[in-house]
C-alpha cells in the first residue's frame, strides 16, 4: 500500500468533502485536517477555496498556519484551488489590511480579480498540455506575475490571464476542479505526490 499518497484537505472551510472524493478518485487517502496533529498524519495536503482571509484568520485559531508554513518550506506537497491558491503565494494584491498567506509560490495573486460573487463563471481552459477541461470560477483569484522558477500550467482560451501555476512541489488554480466531476487536476496532483514520495 506505499504507493497511496495520504493526502489531507485542509477542512476549515471550502469544499472539503468533494475534494476528499476526488482524492480517494484519483488514489489517494484522503483525510480532513484541521489541528496540526492530524497534519503531521499526511505526506501532501488540498488547500481548498472559500474566502482567503476567513480561511488565514481560522488557521490562526486552529494554530495550523505556522505549522503549515514549516511542512511548506520543508517541501511537503500542496495543491491550492481559488482562495487556496491565494493562500500558497508569496505575495497578493487587492487583500485586507495585514493578510498574511501560507506562501511558497513565487508569484503575485489579485484576490477576486474575476469580480464578485454575481460574476461567477464557467470556461473552457488548457491544462499542463493533458487537453480542454472546464474550470468554475468563483470569486476567483488570478496570478498578476510570476518568478523564475514558477511553471504556467494553465491561461483563459484568451491567453491574457495565469490560471493554473507549479512551482516544484506546489500546485495551485484559480478555478475549482472539485465541482465539475473531471478528475484530472486531482489526479495530476496525486501523481505529483507519487514522483515527489518516490525521489525522497
Not at 504507493?3 to 472551510?13: D, E, F, M, T
Not at 508554513?69 to 481559488?82: F, H, Q, T
Request: hydrophobic fraction near 40%; proline fraction near 4%; charge should be negative.
Amino acid at each position: 500500500m506505499t504507493n497511496v499518497p495520504v493526502i489531507g484537505v485542509l477542512a476549515l472551510q471550502g469544499d472539503v468533502r468533494e475534494h476528499l472524493s476526488a482524492l480517494r478518485e484519483a488514489g489517494a487517502d484522503a483525510r480532513a485536517v484541521r489541528r496540526p496533529a492530524e497534519l503531521d498524519e499526511v505526506g501532501a495536503l488540498v488547500i481548498p477555496g472559500g474566502e482567503s482571509t476567513t480561511m488565514w484568520k481560522l488557521a490562526e485559531t486552529f494554530e495550523i498556519l505556522e505549522p503549515l508554513r514549516l511542512r511548506i518550506k520543508e517541501g511537503m506537497p500542496a495543491y491550492g484551488s481559488c482562495a487556496g491558491m491565494i493562500m500558497l503565494a508569496d505575495r497578493i494584491e487587492g487583500g485586507v489590511t495585514g493578510q498574511q498567506t501560507i506562501g511558497g509560490i513565487d508569484m503575485v495573486v489579485r484576490r477576486n480579480a474575476f469580480g464578485r460573487q454575481v460574476d461567477s463563471f464557467e470556461s473552457d481552459i488548457e491544462f499542463a498540455g493533458r487537453g480542454d477541461l472546464r474550470a468554475v470560477f468563483i470569486r476567483a483569484p488570478w496570478v498578476e506575475s510570476v518568478g523564475d522558477r514558477v511553471e504556467v500550467l494553465g491561461r483563459t482560451h484568451a491567453g491574457d490571464r495565469i490560471v493554473a501555476v507549479r512551482q516544484g512541489p506546489l500546485l495551485a488554480t484559480s478555478f475549482h476542479p472539485e465541482l465539475t466531476g473531471d478528475g484530472r487536476v486531482h489526479a495530476y496532483f496525486v501523481e505529483m505526490v507519487r514522483r515527489d514520495t518516490r525521489e525522497r
